[in-house]
């Protein structure tokens, strides 16, 4: 009789966090690992078990994961009782989707206050992919990115932003002068790098630029993505300000006109009616606007 193949809970808890945060940078940040660490522990997963536990590369689960998920957080449920312990009261369980760079650049550093202010709420994070509106699973509150209309959703307008055209020093000098950046002939001398979440319109309609919207060009559905790319020469990208301050502080990216541009774009809150009847949703969406009015994170 053969030994049964029982995964290592290293790899258990691995496989849990990825599939409920669906990215690899949140979930080694949520185990303390490395994101290669979390990699390597789903590989050894799926040899293990003979199975694909992820369909894409956007860590949507695969038939057989979406199977094996459930069985897996009633098994870590169970380890986490302590023999003859009296069970301790459940803490209020609170599941937000959010993006991706909003996730990294406004809420991570932040997320310690919440914790501190409601330790009887477990929070639990889940990456949603806003241009597609893929959320990982079924979330209590929501956090949207787009012109404010959500159907079958209470919504809350979060948070709006500025845009100003980027890119790095190095493509700046290989560029040449593109001044300003609000000329026809500037941007015809510009690679641009695209993405539906930003649209270069906005910044064309302000300063009466007539090129139409470009349609060819490296593009991204993800903001911290396009500005990457930027960083790594692919061209000229447009950067809100505040949720990209980051790659300006750091001197990746530069801007290449003072002026700036309201997007079209704002964050929202969003949950189904009645969620806010419940007392870890409405804490939640009272903390996270006034977290967010701290201009830095302590």
Known sequence: MSAPRIPPIQGLLAFEALARLR?????????????????????????????????????????????????VREAIAVLQQLP??????????????V????????????IARFREAYPDIELMLQVAIPVHNVMAEEADIELRF?????????????????????????????????????TDEAVARARLIRSPLEPWRTWFRACGITQPEPTVGSQFNDLGLVWDAAVAGFGVALLRLRLG???????????????????????????????????????????????LAVPDAA
């Open 23 to 71: 990215s690899v940078t949140l979930a080694a940040h949520e185990l303390n690992v490395t994101p290669s660490a979390v990699s390597h522990r789903i590989r050894q997963m799926e040899v293990l078990l003979g199975v694909k536990l992820f369909a894409r590369g956007d860590f949507s689960l695969s038939p057989a994961g979406a199977a094996y998920i459930a069985r």
């Open 84 to 97: 003859g312990a009296t069970p301790a009261p459940s803490a209020a369980r609170l599941r937000v989707a």
């Open 99 to 110: 993006t991706p760079t909003f996730s990294r650049e406004l809420l991570l550093p932040r």
């Open 146 to 182: 787009g012109s404010g209309h959500f159907p079958e959703r209470e919504s809350m307008h979060l948070l709006g932003d500025e845009v100003c055209p980027v890119c790095s020093p190095e493509y700046l000098g290989e560029a040449g002068a593109l001044g300003d950046f609000s």
């Open 245 to 291: 301050r980051a790659w300006l502080d750091s001197g990746r990216l530069v801007r290449l006109s003072p002026r700036s541009v309201p997007s079209p774009h704002d964050y929202y809150l969003c949950w189904r009616p009645g969620a806010l009847e419940r007392w870890e949703c409405a804490a939640f969406v009272d903390w996270l606007p006034r977290a």
